[in-house]
T-cell receptor, first 109, second 115 residues
Framework: GQNIDQPTEMTATEGAIVQINCTYQ??????LFWYQQHAGEAPTFLSY??LDGLEEKGRFSSFLSRSKGYSYLLLKELQMKDSASYLC??????????WGAGTKLIIKP | ETGVTQTPRHLVMGMTNKKSLKCEQH?????MYWYKQSAKKPLELMFV???????ENNSVPSRFSPECPNSSHLFLHLHTLQPEDSALYLC??????????????FGEGSRLTVL
C-alpha cells in the first residue's frame, strides 16, 4: 500500500533550527511536496522536490532522497509565526498526492 | 478577489438538512478538487474535476454530491449527513499539464458540523 509517515508533533525554541522528517512508500514517484497550514487557515505550498538533494528557499530548505524514500523540511532561525502544521505529500505514478497526517510544530519563546 | 475562495466558512446542519458548499478559483486553473480534513488524519481526496469532467471519485458516499458547472466553480451538495462527516472541507485548484508540478492552491475551507 501507499503510505506517508511523519511525526505527529514537535516542539522547538524560537531562533533555533528544526528538522521535520517524512518517509514515503508510493507506487511510482513524481515528486514530494511540503505544505504549511496555520490553524484555521488554508494549506500553502512550501516546496517541491523531484530530484535528490537539498532545495533552499530562505529560512526553509527541503531535502529528498529517492533511494531511501525520505524527505525532510529544515526550518532555520525559527520565529513564533512558524508555529503551524507541516504536511508532507508524495505524488505517485498516477500523479495522485498521498498525504501524511501532518506534523504540528510548536515554537516556544 | 484572488486565489481560491470558499463559502460558507462555517456550517452547522442537522442530519436531515440539505446544504451546499461553494468554491471559486480565480487562478485560471484547469483542475479542481474537494478534500476532507479530519483532526490528526491525512487529507482525504474526495473528488477531482479536470476541465469540468469528474476524473476521481474516491468511494465517497452518495450523500456527498459534487457539481462543476465550469472550470472556475465547484460545489459540494450535502444531504442526510452523519455526525462522522463533521470535518473541514477544503477546495483546491491546480494547473495540470506537462510543464506543471501540480502544486495545489487551497481555499480556507468550510468547517462543517453535523448534529
Amino acid at each position: 500500500g501507499q503510505n506517508i509517515d511523519q511525526p505527529t508533533e514537535m516542539t522547538a525554541t524560537e531562533g533555533a533550527i528544526v528538522q521535520i522528517n517524512c518517509t514515503y512508500q508510493t507506487s511510482g514517484f513524481n515528486g514530494l511536496f511540503w505544505y504549511q497550514q496555520h490553524a484555521g487557515e488554508a494549506p500553502t505550498f512550501l516546496s517541491y522536490n523531484v530530484l535528490d538533494g537539498l532545495e533552499e528557499k530562505g529560512r526553509f530548505s527541503s531535502f529528498l532522497s529517492r533511494s531511501k524514500g525520505y524527505s525532510y523540511l529544515l526550518l532555520k532561525e525559527l520565529q513564533m509565526k512558524d508555529s503551524a502544521s507541516y504536511l508532507c505529500a508524495a505524488m505517485d505514478s498516477n500523479y495522485q498526492l498521498i498525504w501524511g497526517a501532518g506534523t504540528k510544530l510548536i515554537i516556544k519563546p | 478577489e484572488t486565489g481560491v475562495t470558499q463559502t460558507p466558512r462555517h456550517l452547522v446542519m442537522g442530519m436531515t438538512n440539505k446544504k451546499s458548499l461553494k468554491c471559486e478559483q480565480h487562478l485560471g486553473h484547469n483542475a479542481m478538487y474537494w478534500y476532507k480534513q479530519s483532526a490528526k488524519k491525512p487529507l482525504e481526496l474526495m473528488f477531482v474535476y479536470n476541465f469540468k469532467e469528474q476524473t476521481e471519485n474516491n468511494s465517497v458516499p452518495s450523500r456527498f454530491s459534487p457539481e462543476c458547472p465550469n472550470s472556475s466553480h465547484l460545489f459540494l451538495h450535502l444531504h442526510t449527513l452523519q455526525p462522522e462527516d463533521s470535518a473541514l472541507y477544503l477546495c483546491a485548484s491546480s494547473q495540470v499539464g506537462r510543464e506543471n508540478t501540480g502544486e495545489l492552491f487551497f481555499g480556507e475551507g468550510s468547517r462543517l458540523t453535523v448534529l
